[in-house]
Structures are given as C-alpha cells and as structure tokens.
C-alpha cells in the first residue's frame, strides 16, 4: 500500500459517522428517497425502548432480562428497520441519514416495492411519508411520488462515496447500543429501589456502574429510610427551644423558623 491508499481508506474509515444522523419525519407530508449503499436497502433489528431506543443484544441480552424481571413490558423488543434517506424537503446535512422505522411502515413500503422501483439511486421513484398524529397515536402513511436521480442533489455524491454499507449499521448500533445502556436507564422514569436493583443487575453483568450511582442495596435503602424516620421521631419528641441564632430585637420567633422546625412544630401539634 502507498500513502495515497492509506490515505484513502484513512479518510474513508473516518468520515463512516453519517450513520450517526436519524432521520425523523416532521408532522404533515415529508418526501424522502431510499438510499440503497452496500447489498441491503434496509435492515431489521429488534429495539428495546428505554428512555431512547436501544438494540436487543440478542441470545441472553441483558435488556430483555431487565424488561421480565421488572415487568418493564413497555419495553419489550420489537422489530425496527432502519434505511438510508435523503430528505428532498430539507437541505440539512449530512444529506444522507438514517431512517428508523416500525413494522407498518414496513409494511406499506414493501406493497410499493411490488409495484415500483423506489431503490435504484438514478430512477427509482421519491416516497411520500405522511405523519399524523403524535407521541403513541403516530401514524405514518407511505405514498408514491415521482423518480428522482439522487446524484443530482448538491452534496449527495459525496456523501454517497464515503457512506458505509449499511449491513455494517447493525452491528454499530449494538455496540452504541451497549455504551449508552447505562445512560439510558438511568434517564428513564424509574423507581429508586427499582433503578437500584436494575444498576446491580448490570454490574454483575459486567457493566461499568460507578458507585455513587449505586447508593445501597434495596435492603440498605429500606434501612436508611427507617434510620431517619426514627431520628426525626426524636427531633420531634424534643421540647421546643427558643432560637439562639439570627434574631435581634423586635424580631419575632416566625422569622428563623426553618422548614426543619416547621415540620417538628407539625408534628407534635398532631400529637
Ligand atoms: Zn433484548
């Protein structure tokens, strides 16, 4: 190999980040083509969705271990296809990003293909992708439109070049997958005890938990809140004392009162 070679698969290795760029379809109708780069137009992997989505790791996945245990069936692993688009509405870059989407929308796509090229980058045919809907009510309607040469849009060609085939997306998005895991569960909407348990899990699992994440066991936790319900039981058993810091003259007991002594004062009211 020469330097210019070496040079060219440099380049080439360093600029594969386009498939870090999602597409996703804006309210109303968006016009897209399929971009087909390697041997597949699109490819299916199962998703778990977590507070973002996540791939299944396959046989033995930690995921779906987390998902049983926990009753989590929200997120329970679902097909997903994921294709390159260039949006013809939007002159964004990168030009070329990655499209995820469910089995429906699958589905529509694949009644066109029956009938019609959408894949061929010179002359197969746009697809109209209309969003109605928001949230879980999303619904997607997959529409014909006319032929587009893709190479004709400023900046495509380019990108084309040094876009990764696409089978190479799967095992990627394993892996970011993977490093983002514990980020992702820790922004979900859990329970302490629960997200406790869930880092505990993944540490024996061989994942990198730091451990001021894991504040203590479920049985620590249980204990610590008893510690400090007693505590507080004794604060509050004890008579009142008059505030020897922060008053003057003139200025009354309310005005140093802390949320501590307000709670305290509750307390023993309600005795
Ligand atoms: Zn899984």
């Not at 597949?40 to 778990?48: F, I, R, T």
């Not at 271990?65 to 870059?93: P, W």
Request: hydrophobic content about 40%; charged content about 25%; some cysteine.
């Amino acid at each position: 190999m020469s330097f210019e070679k070496w040079k060219e698969e440099f380049l080439k290795q360093v600029q594969r980040v386009n498939w870090m760029a999602f597409w996703s379809p804006k309210p109303g109708k968006n016009l897209v083509k399929i971009v087909v780069k390697g041997n597949l137009p699109a490819v299916n992997l199962q998703e778990h969705f977590l507070k973002w989505s996540c791939a299944c790791f396959g046989p033995g996945c930690v995921v779906c271990d987390i998902v049983r245990r926990f009753g989590l069936s929200e997120a329970t692993k679902r097909d997903m296809y994921y294709s390159y688009v260039v949006d013809l509405l939007s002159n964004e870059t990168p030009r070329i990003k990655l499209w995820g989407y469910g089995i429906t929308v699958a589905q529509q796509l694949a009644t066109i293909v029956d009938q019609l090229d959408i894949f061929t980058p010179e002359t197969g045919a746009a697809i109209q992708v209309v969003r109605h809907g928001s949230g879980r009510n999303t619904r997607y309607q997959i529409l014909p439109d006319k032929p587009i040469n893709i190479f004709e849009i400023p900046g495509v060609q380019e990108e084309y070049e040094s876009l990764a085939p696409l089978e190479e997306f799967a095992e990627q998005r394993i892996q970011d997958s993977k490093a983002s895991l514990v980020d992702n569960i820790l922004q979900m909407d859990l329970a302490p005890d629960i997200l406790n348990s869930i880092l505990l899990l993944l540490k024996d699992r061989g994942f990198e938990i730091s451990d001021d994440l894991l504040v203590a066991t479920p049985q620590e936790a249980v204990e610590q809140v008893k510690l400090q319900q007693q505590e507080f039981e004794q604060a509050a058993s004890q008579p009142e004392q008059a505030p020897t810091v922060g008053t003057t003259p003139g200025q009354t007991f309310q005005t140093t009162t802390t949320v501590a002594d307000l709670i305290k004062k509750l307390k023993t009211s309600g005795q």
